[in-house]
């Protein structure tokens, strides 16, 4: 694998399971993301990790948590879920969060029903 | 605060057609930098070019071209003899050149559709 991979690439989830999405970097990156992107919005940061440290949670509510075990992977648990945060979750990595450019994965298409 | 608008939601040519789409930003910040990315149907934004604010020569890729006017504070792309395969979404970004968590922060436009008919 290269690149930037996230599983699963469709999620569909009741409001009060639990799930969780699993992106993996194959790049040697230290830096990694968590975007949203909804329907006609601009792409939403929502979490920094920098060496597995959080060093950035952009005011997302808690029924997302996210989890930086090592630097090649990056999670986000989701529970209790609103229809409204049905959306398109990317992840991106580079080389520190000082470097110019961000790679990012395929994405993972969330509905919450 | 940074702001990036593409004030073009979605723009409709046919192939071969040149077509332009336009990005302007706002910041306070005199050192910061811009970029292309191109979203494609399988979902992964792709880099397609980095400025800095100090350099404003236009670059010229193959059929892609931008141009970037900080009097204007825009930062536009140009695709030359468009083909099928350049429709996508094409997001414009802004990220100034802060200190702390803010470095990596990219601030994105909403995206430009871009549909090229055969």
């Known amino acids: 694998e290269t690149g930037v991979t996230q599983t699963p690439r469709h999620l569909v989830m009741g409001m009060t399971n639990k799930k969780s999405l699993k992106c993996e970097q194959h790049?040697?990156?230290?830096?990694m993301y968590w975007y949203k992107q909804s329907a006609k919005k601009p792409l939403e940061l929502m979490f920094v990790?920098?060496?597995?440290?959080?060093?950035e949670n952009n005011s997302v509510p808690s029924r997302f948590s996210p989890e930086c075990p090592n630097s090649s992977h990056l999670f986000l648990h989701l529970h209790t879920l609103q229809p409204e945060d049905s959306a398109l979750y990317l992840c991106?990595?580079?080389?520190?969060?000082?470097?110019?450019?961000?790679?990012f994965g395929p994405g993972t298409r969330l509905t919450v029903t | 605060a940074q702001k990036v608008t593409q004030a073009q939601t979605e723009i409709s040519v046919v192939e071969k057609e040149d077509v332009t789409l336009d990005c302007v930003y706002e910041?306070?910040?005199?050192?910061?930098?811009l970029f292309w990315y191109k979203q494609p149907p399988s979902g992964e934004l792709v880099f397609l070019i980095r400025?800095?604010?100090?350099?404003?020569q236009n670059e010229i890729s193959g059929r892609y071209s931008w141009n970037f006017q900080k009097s204007t504070s825009s930062f536009n792309f140009t695709i030359t003899a468009s083909q099928v395969v350049d429709s996508a979404v094409y997001f414009c970004?802004?990220?100034?050149?802060?200190?702390?968590?803010?470095?990596?922060?990219?601030?994105f436009g909403q995206g430009t559709i871009l549909t090229v008919h055969p």
């Open positions: 991106a990595s580079s080389q520190v969060v000082q470097a110019y450019e961000q790679y």
């Open positions: 790049l040697g990156h230290n830096a």
């Open positions: 990790y920098n060496f597995k440290e959080q060093t």
């Open positions: 910041t306070r910040d005199t050192t910061y930098y």
């Open positions: 400025r800095n604010s100090f350099d404003e």
């Open positions: 970004a802004l990220r100034i050149n802060a200190g702390g968590t803010s470095y990596g922060k990219l601030t």
